[in-house]
């Protein structure tokens, strides 16, 4: 017997929908995509970071000697598997997102034990590594969008973590260029960087999109 046609468009819809849905679930860029779309703001950017801003962010970190590491903003994850695949066997990575869907995601693909996800804010950064027992880390790796946050959001967090890095550490942290807001009002990040880090360096990564600045803040 013939379908009749309104079922057949039906089922086209379903068939579209669950294949929207699984490749929500089952491909990190459009998991990340379809996130950043619901809030742009927070996600900060369309797509995850490419192999060499990874790199651009890591190569600071003596990962020999680093045991505690903590990435801020984990995302899809796209710098925590690169994390984990320089860490110490004996080294622990603490990484913190603050949207549960990519908290499910990357805890369905990453399973090593050196890998401790955290959901919540970065803001609570201090309080994540007390309740672990941990006071200091030897690495943060952030990729929080600073810029799209509030002033005193962003202050809090990179005061946390300044208060939570060990004075020998490190802190990578990259902003993307911005070449439609210069001026007066533009998020000058490396100056912002600088209010809680002695040395701070800058470098260009232009093979991500959109391309960004990585800073390397030693306290
Ligand atoms: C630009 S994305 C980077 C994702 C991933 N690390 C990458 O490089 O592809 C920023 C991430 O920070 C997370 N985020 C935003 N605000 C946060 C906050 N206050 N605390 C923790 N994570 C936050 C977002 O959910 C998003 O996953």
Redesign the pocket.
């Given at each position: 017997m013939k379908t009749p046609p309104h079922k057949r468009l039906d089922s086209r819809h379903n068939t579209r929908l669950r294949w929207v849905h699984s490749s929500r679930l089952h491909n990190s860029h459009s998991l990340?995509f379809f996130?950043s779309l619901q809030s742009l703001t927070?996600?900060?950017?369309l797509f995850?970071?490419s192999r060499f801003?990874?790199s651009a962010l890591l190569r600071p970190i003596d990962f020999s000697k680093a045991r505690v590491i903590v990435?801020?903003?984990?995302?899809?994850?796209?710098?925590?598997r690169e994390i984990l695949r320089r860490l110490h066997p004996g080294s622990v990575l603490y990484a913190?997102?603050?949207?549960p869907a990519?908290l499910a995601h990357v805890q369905r693909r990453i399973h090593d034990i050196r890998f401790v996800p955290i959901l919540?804010?970065?803001?609570h950064l201090g309080l994540f590594l007390n309740q672990r027992g941990i006071d200091r880390a030897d690495a943060i790796v952030s990729?929080?969008?600073l810029s799209s946050?509030g002033p005193d959001?962003r202050s809090h967090?990179v005061r946390q973590a300044a208060d939570h890095l060990s004075p020998d550490g490190v802190l990578t942290q990259y902003q993307y260029l911005q070449f439609n807001t210069p001026g007066p009002h533009r998020f000058r990040e490396k100056d912002f960087l600088h209010e809680y880090f002695r040395e701070v360096d800058a470098e260009r990564v232009i093979w991500n999109l959109p391309p960004a600045n990585v800073f390397t803040c030693r306290p």
């Open positions: 990340f996130q927070v996600t900060a950017s995850p970071s801003l990874a990435e801020l903003g984990m995302g899809t994850g796209a710098i925590t913190v997102d603050i949207n990519f919540g804010g970065a803001e990729s929080l969008g946050m959001l967090i």
